[in-house]
T-cell receptor, first 112, second 114 residues
């Protein structure tokens, strides 16, 4: 049973437009959500996070939205840049659980 | 400061051989994680160390896999009698216990079993 799902394996957008990456989860005990970005041959790097007490967190071009009732979160990138092309992983953790559960990732391609 | 480092960066081994993969976490980070990423797949959790507590081994796929963390710092992941399906990128991450829960990943070790 996959507790964190990224249903879109890939997404392609034009430079300057908005990229929206989606993530769904099933475990209601998750209280903290993170997005990571991964370039080929590198380890993932932390991008942005959100606590379950919030519904939005913004950092520059990146905004994460959390809909707890729907158990859904999304990452918005505006405007998208070619350098944003990477694999994006959604992750979730429960209080005091220590470890995070990762989705399978979405490959974003931003075309110039 | 120095990030998480892993060695070797690449390892090619013959089926049936044992391999050891090393992870040096960020100094002072109390939590250390091992993940595996097979081709085209997501991150598969393997094992988690937190301070002096017993490690969470719930993700280890078989008893051929083991890991230890000496002195609360360096960790070694050992795979005995490697199989071709063990071929993957093995990622290590560390995390500070306080504050945010983000993990800092190393560059990974690409293991190829021939």
């Amino acid at each position: 049973d996959q507790q964190v799902k990224q249903n879109s394996p890939s997404l392609s957008v034009q430079e300057g437009r908005i990229s929206i990456l989606n993530c769904d989860y099933t475990n209601s005990m998750f209280d903290y959500f993170l997005w990571y970005k991964k370039y080929p041959a590198e380890g993932p790097t932390f991008l942005i996070s959100i606590s379950s007490i919030k519904d939005k967190n913004e950092d520059g071009r990146f905004t994460v939205f959390l809909n707890k009732s729907a158990k859904h979160l999304s990452l918005h990138i505006v405007p998208s840049q070619p350098g944003d092309s990477a694999v994006y992983f959604c992750a979730a953790s429960a209080l005091n659980a220590g470890k995070s559960t990762f989705g399978d990732g979405t490959t974003l391609t931003v075309k110039p | 400061g120095a990030g998480v480092s892993q060695s070797p960066s690449n390892k090619v081994t013959e089926k049936g051989k044992d391999v050891e993969l090393r992870c040096d976490p960020i100094s002072g980070h109390t939590a250390l994680y091992w993940y595996r990423q097979s081709l085209g797949q997501g991150l598969e959790f393997l094992i988690y160390f937190q301070g002096n507590s017993a490690p969470d081994k719930s993700g280890l796929p078989s008893d051929r896999f083991s890991a230890e963390r000496t002195g609360g710092s360096v960790s070694t992941l050992t795979i005995q009698r490697t199989q071709q399906e063990d071929s993957a990128v093995y990622l290590c991450a560390s995390r500070n216990n306080g504050g945010m829960r983000e993990q800092y990943f190393g560059p990974g070790t690409r293991l190829t079993v021939t």
